[in-house]
């Protein structure tokens, strides 16, 4: 069996990459799951068996692993708790309400019996990790069995999963289940959960759920048993037989995902789509006076975005993705989402859109979130601002990523900014985080359309996705797939804008006759170097453009569409603070002077990019 997955899978990697230029060499642990799991709706808690087979395609010898425990957060005390008290900006659904949940709100996630290939092993609870010692190392390129027994609670819905939302949702079951933390090139990333989001190992997810017949689950993987469950899942004239008793066993399972989650309640109405493609888009939500007219509407929305999200991002590779109403707000697993559903027809749309376009970020790339959630945050934010302008608007903004540049700017003036090479767990505010992660990691990659041409950066973006989905892709693979495609050099880019908190400022200094023709003086104030378009205007309304590549990106981006012509090309070295322009054109005949009037680069200070300089309206 194992032979016949690993012949699958190489298949499917040989026909959705793009070539071979950007083939990586860097391995990556696999796990296959098969769980059993009976809940108990009266009491909010589960028992569970879990069989993983974990193969270490390491060069290392593995002595011990880790399990995450994610519910064991919700407890009074946990590094959740208290971080979420103690934090300068308390994150509004969590705050203090962790530490006043009674012992029937809590969760909890307790392994009771663990066997590796069928011999006991010694382990132990360390608040949201399970510390795994073995008698029996791992060794390189092996597979071995765990066998484990677990039960758990469902907490009170604070932060992400739980029971009984503000909207009635019964269960939002994410991080729900003893789950092998990964190890990489990096070592084990056994992260208590503080917080913020995951990182995963690829497999097969076979998950039987055994819960009362009145309920109504989605969520990840495919249902294969609709024939007894019903529910609306059941092909167009297939007849339902239930088995007797007071509950139903659904079945899933779902091919190469990191994750599983599933939602319940014996409310949801279950409405599907199908998509020309072969893709089924599953609504699951409950009906009321709230929602039914807008997730109606919704149905429109959620397959051109998936059509969108696909023809610029890459196709996506499940055919199945499910919006199901659940959580706190809006929180993006494999193959589906869980959002809440009391929402106006923009906010619907919105987070629909954004949780969607997880789907290729965080679903199929799946950086390591904990330590690149820019790479996540930032692009499935520029996924979402560009899907939006082109499906729900009737006039699409000419810059759909300005919000984005607004927030970046906030935090670039406010005196907070950290790194985006901070572990999201410890950055020191939320804002920080959240600004970084969101805001200017939606610019990093709108701005490199200004960089290297929007042609090239959206070209680069594809590849991106071809080439490294399913392998966990770092911030060093992103600016090489930029540089594959424009030919320029980038690595200065990254480590200004990711290593760094330096900002762009640049300015006009001065615009003066110089005998027949012009001499402009650019100045550099900020302290991140950036290659300037200058655009000229003359007093007849005719533009052109004199372009000013960095010395240290070893070359020029192409002339672009919609951008005046370019009439000059002058090499700028970072090391010098201002920069002289002589034009042809005569003092008398300009009527302004602009340092990028298309706005996409991230200068924080625009006041000083224009001669003669705007006055301000009363």
Same mark, same amino acid.
């Given at each position: 069996?194992?032979?016949?997955?690993?012949?699958?899978l190489?298949a499917?990697?040989?026909?959705?990459?793009?070539g071979l230029?950007?083939?990586?060499?860097?391995w990556?642990?696999?796990?296959?799951?098969?769980?059993?799991?009976?809940m108990?709706?009266?009491r909010?808690?589960?028992?569970?068996?879990?069989?993983?087979?974990?193969?270490?395609?390491?060069?290392?010898?593995?002595?011990?692993?880790?399990?995450?425990?994610?519910?064991?957060?919700?407890?009074?005390?946990?590094?959740?708790?208290v971080?979420?008290?103690?934090i300068?900006?308390a994150d509004r659904?969590?705050?203090d309400?962790?530490?006043?949940?009674?012992?029937?709100e809590?969760g909890?996630?307790?392994?009771?019996?663990?066997k590796?290939?069928?011999k006991?092993?010694?382990?132990?609870?360390?608040?949201t990790?399970?510390e795994?010692?073995l008698?029996?190392?791992?060794?390189?390129?092996?597979?071995?069995?765990f066998s484990m027994?677990?039960?758990?609670?469902v907490p009170l819905?604070?932060?992400?999963?739980g029971?009984d939302?503000?909207?009635g949702v019964?269960?939002?079951?994410?991080?729900w289940?003893?789950k092998?933390?990964?190890?990489d090139?990096q070592?084990?990333?056994a992260?208590?959960?503080?917080?913020?989001e995951?990182y995963?190992?690829w497999?097969?997810?076979?998950v039987?759920?055994t819960?009362d017949?009145?309920?109504?689950?989605g969520?990840?993987?495919?249902?294969q048993n609709p024939?007894?469950?019903?529910y609306?899942?059941?092909?167009?004239?297939q007849?339902?037989?239930r088995?007797r008793?007071?509950?139903?066993?659904?079945?899933f399972k779902?091919p190469?995902?990191?994750?599983?989650?599933?939602a319940?309640?014996?409310?949801y109405?279950?409405?599907?789509?199908q998509m020309?493609?072969g893709?089924?888009?599953?609504?699951?939500?409950?009906?009321?006076?709230?929602?039914?007219?807008n997730w109606?509407?919704?149905?429109?929305?959620?397959?051109?975005?998936?059509?969108f999200?696909?023809?610029h991002?890459g196709q996506y590779p499940?055919?199945q993705y499910s919006?199901?109403?659940g959580?706190d707000?809006?929180m993006?697993?494999?193959m589906?989402?869980l959002i809440t559903?009391?929402?106006s027809?923009p906010?619907l749309?919105?987070v629909t859109v954004h949780?969607?376009?997880?789907s290729?970020f965080?679903?199929?790339?799946?950086?390591?979130?904990?330590?690149?959630?820019?790479?996540d945050e930032?692009?499935?934010?520029y996924?979402?601002?560009l899907?939006?302008?082109n499906?729900?608007?009737?006039?699409?903004? %000419?810059?759909p &990523?300005?919000g984005? !540049?607004?927030g970046?700017?906030?935090?670039a003036?406010?005196?907070? @900014? +950290?790194?985006?090479?901070?572990?999201?767990d410890?950055?020191?505010?939320n804002?920080?985080?959240g600004s970084?992660a969101?805001?200017?990691g939606a610019?990093f990659?709108?701005?490199l359309?200004?960089i290297i041409?929007?042609?090239?950066?959206?070209?680069?973006?594809?590849?991106?996705?071809?080439d490294?989905?399913?392998k966990h892709?770092?911030?060093n693979?992103?600016?090489?797939?930029?540089e594959?495609?424009?030919?320029?050099e980038l690595?200065w880019?990254?480590e200004?804008w990711?290593y760094s908190?330096?900002s762009?400022?640049?300015a006009?200094?001065?615009?003066e006759?110089?005998?027949?023709?012009?001499?402009?003086?650019l100045q550099?104030?900020?302290?991140?170097?950036?290659?300037?378009?200058?655009?000229?205007?003359y007093? %007849?309304?005719? &533009?052109e453009?004199? !372009?000013l590549?960095?010395?240290?990106?070893?070359g020029?981006?192409? @002339? +672009?569409e919609?951008?005046?012509?370019?009439?000059?090309?002058?090499?700028w070295p970072?090391?010098?603070?201002?920069?002289e322009v002589?034009?042809e054109?005569?003092?008398s005949q300009?009527?302004?002077?602009e340092?990028?009037?298309?706005k996409r680069?991230?200068?924080i200070d625009r006041?000083?990019?224009?001669?003669p300089?705007e006055?301000?309206?009363?």
């Open positions: 069996m194992r032979l016949i997955r690993s012949t699958a190489l499917f990697g040989l026909c959705c990459t793009v230029k950007a083939q990586t060499t860097r990556q642990q696999a796990v296959n799951y098969e769980m059993d799991v009976e108990d709706v009266e909010n808690q589960y028992e569970g068996q879990q069989t993983l087979e974990y193969t270490n395609n390491s060069p290392d010898t593995l002595s011990r692993v880790f399990y995450h425990l994610y519910f064991n957060a919700f407890q009074p005390n946990s590094m959740m708790d971080r979420s008290r103690t300068a900006d659904r969590v705050q309400r962790i530490s006043n949940l009674t012992p029937e809590i909890y996630l307790k392994v009771n019996s663990l590796m290939d069928g006991k092993v010694d382990y132990e609870h360390v608040g990790i399970l795994v010692s008698d029996e190392p791992i060794l390189p390129n092996s597979t071995v069995e027994d677990f039960e758990g609670q819905q604070i932060r992400r999963s029971r939302n503000k909207e019964r269960y939002s079951m994410s991080q289940y003893p092998m933390a990964n190890y090139d070592g084990w990333h992260n208590p959960y503080i917080g913020r995951f995963g190992i497999g097969d997810f076979d039987k759920i819960i017949k009145s309920y109504i689950l969520g990840t993987g495919y249902l024939e007894e469950i019903g609306g899942y059941e092909e167009e004239g007849k339902v037989k088995p008793g007071k509950t139903l066993t659904w079945h779902a190469q995902v990191h994750d599983f989650m599933w319940a309640d014996p409310k109405t279950h409405d599907k789509i020309d493609n893709i089924t888009i599953h609504h699951l939500y409950i009906k009321n006076s709230k929602t039914e007219g109606e509407k919704l149905k429109e929305y959620s397959p051109k975005s998936m059509a999200l696909s023809e991002f499940y055919k919006i199901i109403q959580g707000g809006g993006e697993y494999p589906s989402t559903g009391e929402r027809l906010s749309v919105g949780e969607m376009a997880h290729w965080q679903g199929v790339l799946a950086t390591n979130e904990a330590l690149y959630p820019w790479m930032g692009f499935t934010t996924a979402t601002n899907t939006m302008a499906i729900f608007s009737e006039e699409p903004s %000419d810059f &990523q300005r984005a !540049y607004a970046y700017e906030r935090l003036k406010s005196g907070r @900014e +950290e790194p985006m090479t901070t572990h999201s410890h950055y020191h505010t804002y920080a985080y970084a969101y805001s200017k610019v990659i709108s701005q359309g200004y041409g929007e042609e090239n950066r959206d070209r680069a973006m594809l590849n991106y996705f071809n490294w989905k399913f892709p770092k911030t693979d992103i600016i090489r797939e930029m594959r495609q424009s030919g320029l690595d880019y990254k200004y990711v908190t330096k762009i400022d640049y006009v200094k001065s615009v006759a110089a005998g027949d023709g012009t001499k402009i003086t550099r104030d900020g302290l991140m170097p950036m290659p300037i378009d200058l655009v000229i205007t007093e %007849d309304g005719s &533009q453009t004199v !372009y590549p960095l010395v240290i990106q070893r020029n981006k192409p @002339e +672009e919609g951008m005046p012509k370019r009439i000059l090309t002058q090499r970072w090391t010098n603070i201002t920069k002589t034009i054109r005569p003092f300009i009527q302004k002077v340092i990028d009037p298309s680069m991230a200068d006041e000083n990019n224009v001669f300089a006055t301000k309206e009363e």
